[in-house]
């Protein structure tokens, strides 16, 4: 069994931030630092989506399910610039967005990928999912769901 330290560096020093974990895949995390102060972790299984607050430098659990995949958008309508998570729980749960300490449902679908990108200049993020051969690659932005392509594609950046 490995065991993981998960390590963040604030400013100009190095911090453990979780010294006593053990996982039998590290392929089940992902580390998203959606904005400055702020890491959010998936632990996989055994521990679920946790938040690293560096200013109070606790962790918080966020949720027990473990996703197919996260990323973080700036999808902010009030033009705050802060980044919302976007968390793909497989198809038991859909996509989900987490903004302002709240849960909202994007659809029942699970993607094959999501990649935030702001496509139309307004300095916030669309979210550009790919669904695969069945829907193809959709745009969602600011609530609205619009057809990119109806094909699916090998990768998107």
Do not use: H
């Not at 890491?39 to 521990?47: D, E, K, R, S, T």
């Not at 027990?64 to 990323?71: C, G």
């Amino acid at each position: 069994m490995k065991k993981i330290f998960l390590l963040a560096f604030f400013f100009v020093a190095w911090c453990v931030l979780a010294p006593d974990l053990f996982a039998n895949n590290s392929k089940a995390f992902q580390i998203l630092a959606p904005d400055k102060g702020r890491v959010v972790v998936n632990f996989g299984p055994q521990y679920g989506i946790c938040v690293y607050n560096a200013n109070g430098g606790s962790w918080s659990g966020l949720n027990a399910v473990n996703p197919v995949s996260m990323t973080a958008a700036c999808l902010d309508s009030a033009g705050q610039g802060l980044k919302d998570l976007v968390i793909d729980f497989g198809l038991d749960y859909g996509i989900l967005l987490y903004r302002n300490g709240s849960w909202s449902a994007l659809n029942r679908a699970t993607a094959k990928a999501i990649v935030p990108a702001d496509i139309n200049g307004d300095g916030k993020d669309e979210l550009v999912i790919d669904f695969g051969s069945r829907y193809g690659i959709l745009i969602y932005t600011s609530g609205v769901w619009s057809v990119l392509n109806s094909a699916t594609a090998r990768s998107i950046v």
